[in-house]
């Protein structure tokens, strides 16, 4: 049926969906940001990171979230060079047609070349969000922060020879990275690890979690029968769910 303003619809664009690399209609109209991070294939996770923090700072700084979907091209051609991966080779020629339209049309807002607009964004967001965050922020804030700097580091470096790189940035970079165990993510929770314990555990609210994980005074305690072996040492919750009923009875698992 024809429309009835009398233009043509605009054809679907073609999107990956990140589960299982299959394509499917998307209307053309969609927000970039949604299809830029979609799109990335399984083989390469790294790539849907560096555009999701082009996405993110997209509103700020168009110029650097143009280098970081640069950067990101780079990273895919690298990772793969043959595009022999499923969906790759789609994903490089989105990057590559997105990246030719923006290149002349984005300026830089803080410098001339790219070289310093990117050195400068990445003093300014570090200050901003890493440096004042450390007793404003939340743990959670805080570890989008840091991702998003890390990626921010790598493309500069890219970017930027290491020659050009100034003393201020140099210095941020070394503080980043010797915090980089605080603001990593933890499937588990390493409650009883040997040594020098991880700075997570150090957090107030996770140090209240693991006392009241630990209180099991008021509980009763397991019977060890002959020949059974129940374990006696209730260090926890877990250790005193264990041993009534046999939870997560797989030491790896804690």
Known sequence: MASSSGTKPSPPVRRMSKAHGMMFDLPSNIGNSVVDSDMVPSSLPSIALILRVANEIQDDNPRVAHLCRVYALKEADRMDPASSGRGVRQLKTYLSTKIEEEKDEIKCQLARTDET?????????????????????????MAKFYQIAMVLRDVLKTVLPSSQVDYKTVKYVKELESRKEQYEHYNILPLY??????????????????QVIRNVENLPMPIAHSGSDVNLYVNDIFDWLLSLYGFQNHQGNR
Request: proline share 9%; net charge negative; hydrophobic share 35%.
């Open 117 to 141: 607009e990117i050195q400068l964004y990445y003093q300014i967001f570090y200050e901003k969000n890493i440096k004042e965050g450390q007793d404003t922020k939340q743990p959670e804030e």
């Open 193 to 210: 690890a040997v040594g020098i314990k991880p700075p997570i555990m150090k957090l107030p609210e996770i140090t209240v979690a693991f």
